[in-house]
């Protein structure tokens, strides 16, 4: 079985534009969160989705945002980048976080802003 | 401004020897923690993870305490190997819709 897919897995970015991130969860699993992790860091929690609503935010600016879709995938996006957004953006998906807190994690999409 | 990563705590081992990772957490709340591997260029993975309600818990080669007095959980990793180099994160959650993720420790094997 496929595990977490994020795409794409580089993305090079100019300060002011826009970006959004993709992220398929293990076939199964309702929920997605999506973390940042700056280089020599933990990763710092940005959104918790499950069945499409919003769950949980994390202590981000409004550029950020992200939906669900019906399929359980998710998208992350980011408006008006910043030199800091610069990054290494995981998604981790969990099957009901209401019973059960196991979380998995993709592979991360990399992110660079010049 | 840009901003600077933080020096991450570094354990050098030889292998076969057994690896004993700490982390201090922040919320007397938290009720359900989890440790992870991540390897250069990769995700987090997981290991293993404990609930507040245990003070220990065992998988393969690995065993985690958690002592609640202190706030304070440990990863033990037994004979470590070559392939046990990695960062280590141990990560605490109330909810399970926020996870709050430590700072990190570097674990190297020498062979």
């Known amino acids: 079985d496929a595990g977490v897919t994020q795409s794409p897995t580089h993305l090079i970015k100019t300060r002011g534009q826009h970006v959004t991130l993709r992220c398929s969860p293990i076939?199964?699993?309702?929920?997605v969160s999506w973390y940042q992790q700056v280089l020599g860091q933990g990763p710092q929690f940005i959104f918790q989705y499950y069945e499409k609503e919003e769950r949980g935010r994390g202590n981000f600016p409004d550029r950020f945002s992200a939906r669900q879709f019906p399929n359980y995938s998710s998208e992350l996006n980011v408006n008006a980048l910043l030199l800091g957004d610069s990054a290494l953006y995981l998604c981790?998906?969990?099957?009901?976080?209401?019973?059960?807190?196991?979380?998995?994690f993709g592979p991360g999409t990399r992110l660079t802003v010049t | 401004g840009e901003s600077v990563g933080l020096h991450l705590p570094t354990l050098s081992v030889q292998e076969g020897d057994n690896s004993i990772i700490n982390c201090a957490y922040s919320n007397s709340a938290s009720d359900y923690f989890i440790w992870y591997k991540q390897e250069s260029g990769k995700g987090p993975q997981f290991i293993i993870d404990?609930?507040?309600?245990?003070d220990k818990r065992q998988g393969q080669r690995v065993t985690v305490l958690l002592n609640k007095t202190v706030k304070h959980l440990s990863l033990q990793i037994a004979a470590t190997q070559p392939g046990d180099s990695a960062v280590y994160f141990c990560a605490e959650t109330v909810t399970g819709n926020q996870f709050y993720f430590g700072t990190g420790t570097s674990l190297t094997v020498i062979p």
């Open positions: 981790a998906s969990s099957y009901d976080p209401m019973n059960s807190y196991e979380q998995y």
């Open positions: 076939s199964g699993h309702k929920s």
């Open positions: 404990i609930r507040s309600n245990m």
